[in-house]
């Protein structure tokens, strides 16, 4: 078993940064992929950014150049640094992993407006 907590989310103005976490415990190891997915009203879930074993990421184009997954092993947390946000990204992220099975967190709000 896994469990997520994520936080950092919040309200900023277009253009603004914010830092996402999340935190993991249960049976999880630096070989298991975590990262970030989104979903806005009336969409489905996507894909934002994945960080893999050896450090490898993954990133949807929207977000290239913008956003920035990292994860620190010694503590199970992955970030999501979010910068020149845009009203487009307002939406509720999800942290997720897979091992085994893939686990979700509860979601954290993230909302872009002026």
């Known amino acids: 078993q896994v469990q997520l907590v994520e936080s950092g989310g919040g309200l900023v103005q277009p253009g603004g940064s914010l830092r996402l976490s999340c935190a993991a415990s249960?049976?999880?190891?630096?070989?298991?992929?975590m990262g970030w997915y989104r979903q806005a009203p009336g969409k489905q879930r996507e894909l934002v950014a994945t960080?893999?074993?050896?450090?490898?990421?993954i990133y949807a184009d929207f977000v290239k150049g913008r956003f920035t997954i990292s994860r620190d092993n010694a503590k199970n947390t992955v970030y999501l640094q979010m910068n020149n946000l845009k009203p487009e990204d307002t939406a509720v992220y999800y942290c997720?992993?897979?091992?085994?099975?893939?686990?979700w967190g509860q979601g954290t709000q993230v909302t872009v407006s002026s």
């Open positions: 997720y992993t897979d091992s085994r099975s893939r686990y």
């Open positions: 249960g049976s999880i190891f630096s070989i298991n992929p």
């Open positions: 960080i893999i074993s050896g450090g490898r990421t």
